[in-house]
């Protein structure tokens, strides 16, 4: 744990302990320090209480509270109780009963942290494991951002709880940076940016994290997927399509079943006896169709690629628009392939990301080399042998691409280690966008074979690489990176034709009409606001070219050009117009 942390967890302890003394009814649950701050979880309706409400509202008298306890320099000491001791100091409250018994289960010591001295009027105590700061004098900077709720654990069939989100930074030059990007984060939300552009809906009539793309937001959706489709082509991938249902044998085979169940959705059970489920994933399909005739050498690498929908059983605490969603369109394909092929392919999917990503203006990104924790090999499939030269194969590609990369323990996949491109968004968020794999696993496991040069059976290599992930997370990603402010190409509307007046509708119209002719979006403005009120609206929408049509227009057969953020381009013939607007789309330009 760095300083930040500890800063931060202290923090949150000063702020528990300032909406306790201000709200003395709640019961305290649980509270983290997290990457950008911290926040505190708080049971605001306890059994036989007469519920309180802590809203934003209470935040100024929360910070007046936490600032003196602030300024008295309470010392923060850490104390290692016995069970029967915890239970006595926690008693009456739920919440703390269960960390205790948890921490008991797993043979770990009982801590606490006292602010203020034990025992005294203004002190209070919590089961923490730490690190802390020596006192509270030593928080510096600190805010409270937000209420929210939360279920207990994240999990939705336990109770709601009120959750108190704030931060805390060593100075206030550091505070006041974090708010600014914190204001210019939402400015660029993609949930927000969504509902006003009317990309997308997640309607509770369908269901939580099911997401409806609206007319606008599907073009955005088909327009990458069409280019998707065309650049992989090109990249020697052949397409297919599976179902999104498949009977539970075809993961008892691949090893989620009953390994990864609970991020399932539950089994159908259909007439003909058998449990069907929602496809978590689309590997098993692609290597049914690997299997459904002899291979030899010759046909390998094999590339088999779909934009294949998937459902995933999320909680619901950890839904998040379009980033975690549970059914979503992946870029996903598998590559059969021979082992003495399988680094250059596997150089070759990097690149290929890296060809998406320098299209889309995305310049700031790493990878994380996942792997197994030595100490809890238990959760993990197949020998030593087969994790060490897998981890081997993707190294040697790694070492051939110029990209940054970091490494983590136990976040393998159950069957192998696999690396993640994370691409950082343009104010500081990371995602990781795409998992990909080299896979000594699946194919014993599938019994998929080939007939090598020397007439012997061999087992493929299997590469999983999905470069746009989802087209959930990544139009969500693309929402916040261009601010809604997407390039021309792809743009729902493009450009917007607006008349000054009646007397230049049927121009207005042909120009219009010239422009679509083009491939290009265009929609005719001619409603009866004002102009000035149509410009502003197609500025909301961020349309990226307004063009302005008067009786100067009109009689020289121009155009006024206006490009989004009050840029004025002057007048051009439509012609010039055409050619520029193609090329722009065309080229997949980031300017305008």
């Given at each position: ?10 923090a949150?302890?000063?702020?528990h ?26 049971d605001?309706?306890p059994?036989g ?11 100024p ?11 008295l ?6 104390h ?18 269960e ?59 336990n ?14 030059k ?7 990007r ?13 509902q006003e552009l ?10 939580p994290?099911?997401i ?12 990458i ?12 991938y052949?397409r297919?399509?599976?179902?999104s ?24 059970k ?15 399909h ?5 299997a ?5 050498y010759?046909?390998?690498?094999l ?13 619901s ?9 549970r ?6 394909s598998?590559?059969?392939c021979?082992?003495d092929?399988?680094v250059?392919?596997?150089v070759s999917?990097?690149?290929l ?26 959760k ?6 087969m ?15 110029d ?11 159950f069957y ?27 194919g ?15 087992t493929p290599?299997?590469?999983h690489?999905a ?6 997370r ?8 261009f ?5 021309l ?8 034709v607006?008349?000054v ?9 042909l ?9 290009l ?9 004002s102009l ?6 197609a500025?909301?929408?961020k ?9 100067k227009?009109v ?12 840029q ?7 012609p ?8 722009l ?8």
């Amino acid at each position: 744990m760095n300083s930040l942390h500890a800063l931060r967890h202290s923090a949150e302890h000063v702020m528990h302990q300032a909406v306790k003394e201000l709200f003395p009814a709640i019961q305290l649950a649980m509270g983290p320090a997290t990457d950008d701050g911290f926040y505190n979880d708080f049971d605001s309706s306890p059994q036989g209480v007469e519920p309180v409400e802590v809203t934003e509202k209470d935040f100024p008298r929360l910070e007046k509270r936490m600032r003196e306890l602030i300024n008295l320099n309470l010392p923060i000491t850490r104390h290692e109780i016995s069970e029967s001791e915890a239970k006595k100091l926690f008693k009456g409250n739920p919440y703390k009963l269960e960390w205790v018994s948890d921490i008991v289960k797993k043979g770990e010591p009982i801590t606490v942290y006292w602010t203020g001295e034990p025992g005294a009027r203004n002190a209070m105590v919590d089961l923490c494991r730490g690190p802390h700061v020596a006192s509270t004098g030593e928080i510096k900077a600190f805010k409270l951002l937000s209420v929210a709720g939360a279920y207990w654990h994240g999990d939705e069939k336990n109770k709601m709880l009120t959750r108190i989100y704030g931060t805390a930074f060593p100075s206030k030059k550091e505070l006041e940076d974090f708010l600014q990007r914190r204001e210019e984060a939402k400015r660029r939300d993609h949930r927000k940016l969504g509902q006003e552009l009317e990309l997308f809906l997640i309607s509770d009539a369908v269901g939580p994290g099911l997401i409806l793309w609206q007319p606008k937001g599907n073009i955005i959706k088909e327009l990458i997927e069409d280019w998707a489709k065309a650049t992989e082509k090109a990249w020697g991938y052949q397409r297919v399509t599976t179902p999104s249902i498949t009977k539970a044998g075809l993961y008892y085979t691949s090893g989620h079943l009953p390994y990864y169940q609970k991020d399932m959705y539950p089994p159908m059970k259909l007439d003909d006896g058998a449990e069907y489920f929602l496809k978590p994933m689309n590997c098993p399909h692609h290597h049914q169709l690997y299997a459904a005739r002899p291979r030899s050498y010759r046909d390998l690498p094999l590339r088999l690629a779909e934009y294949g929908t998937c459902y995933r059983y999320e909680s619901s605490g950890e839904l998040f628009g379009l980033m975690r969603v549970r059914g979503f369109a992946q870029n996903d394909s598998h590559i059969y392939c021979r082992e003495d092929q399988a680094v250059q392919e596997f150089v070759s999917v990097m690149k290929l990301h890296e060809y998406y990503y320098q299209v889309l203006g995305i310049k700031d990104y790493h990878l994380e080399l996942a792997l197994r924790d030595p100490k809890d090999t238990h959760k993990y499939s197949g020998d030593d042998a087969m994790w060490e030269k897998a981890e081997s194969l993707m190294r040697q590609a790694v070492e051939q691409v110029d990209i940054p990369m970091v490494e983590t323990r136990g976040n393998a996949a159950f069957y192998g280690p696999k690396i993640d491109f994370i691409i950082h968004s343009s104010i500081g968020r990371e995602f990781a966008i795409s998992t990909n794999q080299i896979d000594l696993f699946m194919g014993d496991r599938f019994g998929l074979q080939y007939i090598d040069a020397d007439g012997k059976e061999k087992t493929p290599v299997i590469i999983h690489r999905a470069p746009l992930g989802s087209h959930e997370r990544f139009i969500g990603f693309l929402i916040e990176q261009f601010a809604g402010a997407f390039p021309l190409w792809l743009s729902p509307v493009q450009i917007a034709v607006l008349p000054v007046g009646e007397s230049q509708v049927v121009y207005a119209k042909l120009v219009t009409e010239k422009l679509a002719d083009k491939g290009l979006r265009v929609e005719l403005w001619d409603q009866a606001e004002s102009l000035p009120k149509r410009i502003r609206l197609a500025e909301k929408q961020k349309t990226p070219y307004m063009l302005i049509v008067g009786d100067k227009e009109v009689k020289a057969d121009t155009v006024s050009v206006r490009v989004r953020g009050n840029q004025d381009q002057g007048v051009k013939s439509v012609p010039d117009f055409i050619e520029q607007a193609v090329h722009l789309n065309h080229s997949k330009s980031l300017t305008l």
